[in-house]
């Protein structure tokens, strides 16, 4: 019985260990830029564009701080009746996005999962494709082509149980036929 308990308490000695190691792993430098790049290899295979950020940090305990995060379309619509226009090819901005998410939820094949997000200083540039198989840039950015009724559901990019935004803006032009 006694060698039984000193084996457990070695074991969850151990387990112990494990974590902490793990926790101050990830305030390493090299980690955060191993785990950065695979979230954002991830995030950009899903979609048609660009993304890029000034820095990102991992904070301790699972929360995400990203500076300067622009998402660019990488095909933007321009209309061939005023060629001088330039295409709008910033699809999102934000100064600085916080959020939490959990280490399973990068090793997942339905996409990043997030906690809590929080944008401040954001903007969203909405642009509707009147001569496309899609219905705007969005759905483009994404391929979810337009559809007669409801659209098929497809696998999550990612999802967010708490969306917080200050400071947001949005634009939208809608092109006509």
């Known amino acids: 019985m006694r060698k039984g308990l000193y084996i457990c308490a070695r074991l969850v000695g151990l387990l112990i260990t494990l974590i902490l190691a793990a926790v101050l792993a990830v305030q390493h430098p090299r980690v955060q830029t191993e785990l950065v790049r695979l979230a954002v290899d991830k995030i950009e295979s899903a979609f048609d564009g660009h993304l890029s950020y000034s820095a990102i940090k991992v904070l301790p305990f699972n929360a995400v701080l990203v500076k300067d995060a622009l998402v660019m379309d990488g095909h933007p619509y321009s209309e061939e009746m005023h060629p001088d226009w330039e295409p709008a090819d910033t699809f999102f901005y934000a100064r600085t996005i ?80």
């Open 98 to 177: 916080t959020a939490t998410l959990t280490l399973k939820g990068l090793a997942s094949k339905n996409g990043l999962h997030f906690h809590r997000v929080n944008i401040t200083n954001g903007m969203m540039h909405m642009v509707v494709e009147p001569d496309s198989i899609y219905s705007c840039n969005l759905t483009r950015i994404f391929d979810i082509p337009r559809k007669d009724g409801r659209p098929e559901p497809g696998g999550n990019v990612f999802d967010i149980a708490k969306l917080k935004m200050t400071g947001f803006r949005y634009r939208m032009n809608h092109y006509m036929m």
